[in-house]
């Protein structure tokens, strides 16, 4: 795996974006991709989080710990733990990204009420999916965090490789 | 016949199977014959009107089947098809 040697550029205004999404749906998380070239970011999709929508937990390799609590929340409360990224939105994303040549670079969520670390839902599912990847022809991205817990945004970008959790440093620009 | 790549999370509807062949002309087709031959997959994938669910994706050789003819996309033998679930997570608590 060759990806660790360039870190990943984030342009400032697009890192504002990011956090404006995780304010304008918070207490809610919010979930989006950044796109670009050469590791350095031009685009970013916000994305709807679609966890509240009937039966979107059962598909979503949540376990059954978090199933059960997730059903035991009114939707809307459900949408402040946990995030369901829509699909369409997602290959509506996906389709763009390949017309104008830009690689899927990160996926991106909020924790408000947590620290920008990936929990263990986070893992489990972020090992999963990397057998899916190279199936629908995208690089396995790194996972973005931005915890709104202590007021000031905090930002931590990740590699889940196989369960295992590393730093995936980032400059922003 | 269609090669069907399963997701983790339906894989205890698949006898722990990450990989099935089913005969089937059509996406239609090839839900309904996946649900002939593992019950219950099919309210996984698609509404009460068969259109596939928001937190799903279907995808034939790499496109998904929003962009070619939804449930309609003809299939043919070595076609790939793989359904994807959404990418997902959330916050620790309660871990």
Known sequence: ?????????????????????????????????????????????????????????????????????????????????????????????????????????????????????????????????????????????????????????EIQNYWIKSGQVSPAPFIIR | MIKVRIPTPLRPLTKNQGEVSVAAASIEDLVNNLEAAYPGIKARLCDDKGELRRFVNIYVNEEDIRFLKGKDTALKTGDEVSIVPAIAGGSPWPA
Not at chain 1, 39 to 63: M, P, Q, T
Not at chain 1, 86 to 93: G, I, K, L, P, V
Request: with cysteine; charged share 25%.
């Open chain 1, 1 to 153: 795996m060759s990806h660790a040697v360039t870190e990943l550029v984030i342009p400032r205004p697009i890192l504002d974006d990011m956090i404006a999404h995780a304010r304008e749906l918070a207490p809610h998380e919010c979930c989006g991709l950044l796109a670009g070239t050469d590791r350095i970011v031009h685009r970013l999709y916000r994305i709807k989080n679609i966890v509240a929508l009937e039966g979107a937990h059962y598909l979503s390799s949540f376990d059954a710990a978090k199933v059960a609590h997730l059903e035991r929340l009114s939707p809307a409360e459900r949408a402040e733990i946990a995030f369901v990224m829509d699909m369409q939105d997602f290959s509506t994303a996906k389709k763009d990204m390949r017309q104008r040549g830009l690689d899927l670079l990160v996926v991106y969520h909020s924790h408000p009420h947590d620290p920008a670390r990936p929990s263990g839902t986070d893992i489990k599912i972020a090992t999963d999916y990397e057998e899916i990847w190279p199936k629908i022809n995208l690089a396995v991205p790194s996972y973005l965090l931005i915890s709104l817990m202590n007021g000031e945004p």
